[in-house]
């Protein structure tokens, strides 16, 4: 098993930026890939950006890319997503998922291993 932890969500004015953590604990050398997801009001949750354990490689979806960043700090088990440049459209709770799977981020479901969320609202 393995536990993912977010932090680091709040309110923001518009333009301005966050960080959320999200550190991992338990079985963390069998994760594969960790994500950052997101669910604004009356919408599905989505995909955002996700981080290849193994390759490093990163992945954004368009609306995001060029203002968030993901990272990971492999000493502490801990994945990052750093977001400049907010409006109001990315208000939201922001979930943290890691998997063992060899699968598309996208994809994940309720076998793999989520946190609890963190609110994000930007103001206008």
């Known amino acids: 098993q393995v536990q993912v932890v977010e932090s680091g969500g709040g309110l923001v004015q518009a333009g301005g930026s966050l960080r959320l953590s999200c550190a991992a604990s338990?079985?963390?050398?069998?994760?594969?890939?960790m994500g950052w997801f997101r669910q604004a009001p009356g919408k599905e949750r989505e995909f955002i950006a996700g981080f290849n354990w193994s390759t490093g490689s990163t992945y954004y979806v368009d609306s995001v890319k060029g203002r968030f960043t993901i990272s990971r700090d492999n000493a502490k088990n801990t994945l990052y997503l750093q977001m400049n440049s907010l409006k109001p459209e990315d208000t939201a709770v922001y979930y943290c998922?890691?998997?063992?799977?060899?699968?598309?981020?996208?994809?994940?479901?309720?076998?793999?291993?989520w946190g609890q969320g963190t609110q994000v609202t930007v103001s206008s």
């Open positions: 998922a890691a998997t063992p799977r060899r699968v598309d981020l996208r994809t994940l479901t309720d076998r793999d291993y």
């Open positions: 338990g079985r963390t050398f069998s994760i594969v890939a």
